[in-house]
């Protein structure tokens, strides 16, 4: 057993050059659409100066350079508002004191119930029952600048302590850029039209 790799060129954006598109795939009878594997390479140099290929496999397009750069720069800037808020003495406080409201509770059931009732977890119980360690571990993996305030009233303390923090990463997170597409459906090929009949 091997591999079959098939290729075929698209024009690149500016329609002077070309993309080669090549997809892997097992060389077996049971082979299937996650095995199959996509690669994409800009080759007009000019195009691949200003264009880069974006995601994976069936998901590939050509974005810009540029608009990527852009929007890893609003990333860092919320991901770094992020854990500045996280860091928090007063946060680290509040997720230990949640973590023993939760394990001062009868049972994981309960302790499922409650969340489920407060709209902080989603997990079927027994899923829950399965991930459950400790309350402590809950709060550290499921504290976080979307349910802050909302757990401080919870514990009976003042969520608004919170909100100007909050804010500041939620309106980086809504200055985050997304990246256009340039060119969407790379790795598709195009089937010739069949000739009409004489």
């Not at 119980?125 to 991930?131: E, L, N, P, T």
Request: aromatic share 8%; charged share 25%.
């Amino acid at each position: 057993m091997g591999t079959d790799r098939s290729e075929h060129r698209k024009p690149c954006p500016c329609g002077k050059g070309t993309i080669l598109v090549g997809c892997n795939s097992p060389d077996h009878g049971w082979a299937s659409a996650y095995s199959v594997h996509w690669d994409c390479e800009i080759e007009w140099p000019d195009c691949r100066r200003d264009y880069v290929v974006d995601g994976t496999d069936q998901s590939m397009r050509i974005v810009r350079r540029s608009d990527v750069a852009t929007a890893a720069v609003g990333r860092q800037a919320h991901d770094a508002a992020y854990r500045r808020l996280m860091a928090l003495p007063e946060v680290a406080a509040l997720k230990r004191d949640f973590g023993i409201h939760l394990d001062a509770m009868r049972t994981v059931a309960a302790i499922h119930r409650y969340l489920t009732a407060e709209g902080l977890e989603s997990y079927a119980i027994g899923s829950f029952r399965k991930h459950w360690n400790c309350g402590a571990a809950w709060a550290e993996q499921h504290v976080g600048s979307w349910n802050l305030s909302k757990i401080a009233n919870l514990l009976a303390q003042d969520g608004s302590r919170f909100a100007t923090d909050v804010a500041a990463v939620e309106t980086l997170k809504t200055a985050i850029t997304g990246v256009p597409t340039v060119m969407a459906r790379i790795t598709q090929w195009e089937i010739p039209p069949i000739p009409p009949r004489h």
